[in-house]
Structures are given as C-alpha cells and as structure tokens.
C-alpha cells in the first residue's frame, strides 16, 4: 500500500505542482503518464523533488496504518500511470468503503494538495523559481 501511494504521490504531486508552467497537457501527462517527465528538471533542480517525497511520506504510513492498503508488486510501482496502481489496490484489498476512501484520498487527493502547499511554500521562500518544473515541448 505505502508504495503505490508513494508513487502516485510522484506522480499526481508533479502534475500539480507544475500546473502553472504546463497546464492541462502537463496535468494529464505527468498524473497519467509518468512524473518521470520530470527527470531533466530534477537533475537540474533537485529540490523540485521535494514537495511530493513529503507528500509521499505522508500518505505511505497513512495507507497501511489507516487505511489497510494492499497492492500486487507490480502494480504498486506504477501509481497512476494508466491507473494501474489503483487498481492493483482494488485487486488486492479487501472491499470495504474504507478501502474506497482511503484509495481516493492516498492515491489522489491527499498527495495533490500536500503537494501543492509544500511547493507554494518553496516558491514563496524562493527555492522553486517559475520555470523550474516547465516541461520540454
């Protein structure tokens, strides 16, 4: 469970993160398709990374002590690319409205906002500069 939300939190906490320089194409390609996009950016500035590995750290104990999140392996390391993470949990946890809410809020809600905070605070403090996270055309 921790893994497949620490990957969704990669993923979805980019899509968000960068909203401003990427817009909806961005949104949809990084928190469908893979924060890796981000790879070039991140070896650039490093400390873009950081926003989601704090949302990621957050969610993870959240989805197994919480909310009893269980994934197969190898979906747990796809997050939400092609939702494949998520429904690796459906396939591997009990279903129960707990295990509804907590897929919502670990995989998807809590990252996006835990994200979002964590990088406007970087951004107001100077650490992220507009552009930092802007994705090659």
Partial sequence: GAAVVGCCAQMVGFAVSSFRENKWGGLVSQGLGTSMLQMGNICRWPVIWVPPTLA??????????????ECTGVAAGMG???MVGP????ASTEHSPMMWVGLVVCC?????VLSLLFSEIMRKLGWIKYGDMKLDA
């Fill in 87 to 90: 429904i690796g949990v459906i």
């Fill in 80 to 82: 939400t690319c092609g």
């Fill in 56 to 69: 990621a750290a957050i969610v993870g104990p959240l989805s197994t002590m919480v909310f009893k999140l």
């Fill in 108 to 112: 998807i809600v809590a990252p996006a």
